[in-house]
């Protein structure tokens, strides 16, 4: 075979293959395209929700809301450590945008959540001022939302989370009981996600 003929052989070979590959390219477009077009916008646009933590419990003995994660319960206002009522888990939502109110955080000194948006870092049962770590919670507010239960209250005292729904208003760690001042927040109960386990819980 002549140097022309060989050419030539190569250029025919070249065409087809990129003739196969330009097909084949367009094949993989269109159902791709297919198959976006049959997804409803609507679920390609929606964003993900924001990232939460369970593990927060009500301490029975100081009546606020503490992280119940780890072995070590922290320290309650009303002596030694927390202890978890066997009301139900919550669920707080961080790195969120809102809506409610964001800069509520876990005291690593206490395992209290407490507002952090202040100057003053309020009054810790460890001791001093609490002392922020991990996340920063958001709460919501002055609304209702089934699956959470109401009447969560700022403590003006110790800037603690505490559950103000009846006239015991526990042991705040500045001294006497808590005092309410601000917001009314909502916690959602663990069990009104998928994949939770716990459904209906009592009150604290």
């Given at each position: 075979m002549s140097q022309d003929q060989s050419n030539r052989t190569k250029t025919h070979h070249h065409n087809k293959l990129s003739r196969r590959n330009f097909f084949n390219g367009l094949v993989q477009v269109s159902v791709a395209g297919a198959i976006v077009a049959f997804v409803p916008g609507d679920v390609l646009a929606r964003p993900l929700p924001p990232p939460n933590q369970n593990?927060?419990?009500s301490c029975n003995k100081c009546r606020t809301l503490f992280f119940n994660g780890f072995r070590s319960k922290g320290r309650c206002p009303a002596g030694q450590r927390h202890a978890a009522n066997l009301g139900g888990q919550f669920v707080l939502t961080f790195d969120s945008p809102g809506p409610g109110q964001r800069d509520w955080r876990f005291c690593n000194k206490c395992f209290a959540l407490f507002f952090d948006g202040f100057p003053n870092k309020g009054v810790c049962a460890a001791g001093g001022a609490h002392f922020a770590q991990g996340?920063?919670?958001?709460?919501l507010h002055d609304t209702r939302a089934a699956g959470h239960q109401p009447n969560w209250r700022f403590c003006k005292k110790c800037e603690a989370l505490f559950f103000d729904g009846d006239s015991n208003k526990g042991v705040c760690a500045a001294g006497g009981g808590?005092?309410?001042?601000?917001?009314?927040f909502i916690l959602?109960?663990?069990?009104n996600l998928e994949g939770d386990v716990e459904q209906n819980p009592v009150r604290p």
């Open positions: 593990n927060w419990r996340f920063n919670f958001t709460l808590h005092v309410a001042a601000g917001f009314k959602r109960f663990r069990g």
